[in-house]
């Protein structure tokens, strides 16, 4: 199985400054077929299923704010919030859905400092 | 608007069985795959099983492969989670998921939208 590792596990910034999340696959998830990387982030607040933030490693779901930004390619990848606001608080996912069983991320923990 | 509802959940003993549905509304429902996922209480989120959208290719989690099932029915725009031997391991909220992307291949991708969950508790 594909592993997906989220760091860190937690973190506290700022309102208004940058947080930062990396994630890290055991295996390549770019498709050289169409050049595509099979990696999303969600973003899951208490008591609420998850929420589609980016796919294809850097669109951007509809609606989603543009502070929301994915980057990266192959193994590694970036989620940035560019501009910290109190209603991000919340865990953050990231997936991949090249292989079969798709994995998680363990999620990282974002908080106010 | 795009809905998912679960439903079907509750407390079973170790090796029982309980059947969960997801009633889909918003979309065109034979035109989408659809996941379930399941989050243990205070942990992270696990990937279990994947019909396409014709029911045709099904994928599962070697952790409920031979003891979990997926089905759809398009008639009633609802998608099943039939779960049998259930063990504590299983104690879990259950969330269906809408495949966020139609391709006929019938590959799993990303999740575009969630349902509420329905929470299966496992215990004597």
């Known amino acids: 199985d594909i592993v997906m590792t989220q760091s860190p596990d937690s973190l506290a910034v700022s309102l208004g400054e940058r947080a930062t999340i990396n994630c890290k696959s055991s295996q390549s998830v770019l498709y050289s077929s169409n050049n595509k990387n099979y990696l999303a982030w969600y973003q899951q607040k208490p008591g609420q299923p998850p929420k589609l933030l980016i796919y294809w490693a850097s669109t951007r779901e509809s609606g989603v704010p543009d502070r929301f930004s994915g980057s990266g390619s192959g193994t590694d990848f970036t989620l940035t919030i560019s501009s910290l606001q109190a209603e991000d608080v919340a865990v953050y996912y990231c997936?991949?859905?090249?292989?079969?069983?798709?994995?998680f991320g363990g999620g990282t923990k974002v908080d106010i400092k | 608007q795009v809905q998912l509802v679960e439903s079907g959940g509750g407390v079973v003993q170790p090796g029982g069985s309980l059947r969960l549905s997801c009633a889909a509304s918003g979309f065109t429902f034979s035109s989408y795959g659809m996941h379930w996922v399941r989050q243990a209480p205070g942990k992270g989120l696990e990937w279990v099983t994947f019909?396409?959208?014709?029911?045709?290719?099904?994928f599962y989690a070697d952790s409920v492969k031979g003891r979990f099932t997926i089905s759809r029915d398009s008639s009633r725009n609802t998608v099943y989670l039939q779960m049998n031997s259930l063990r504590a391991e299983d104690t879990a909220m259950y969330y269906c998921a809408k495949v966020g992307y139609h391709d006929p291949s019938g590959h799993p991708y990303y999740s575009d939208y969630w349902g509420q969950g329905t929470l299966v508790t496992v215990s004597s």
């Open positions: 997936q991949q859905y090249l292989f079969i069983p798709l994995t």
């Open positions: 019909i396409r959208y014709d029911g045709a290719i099904q």
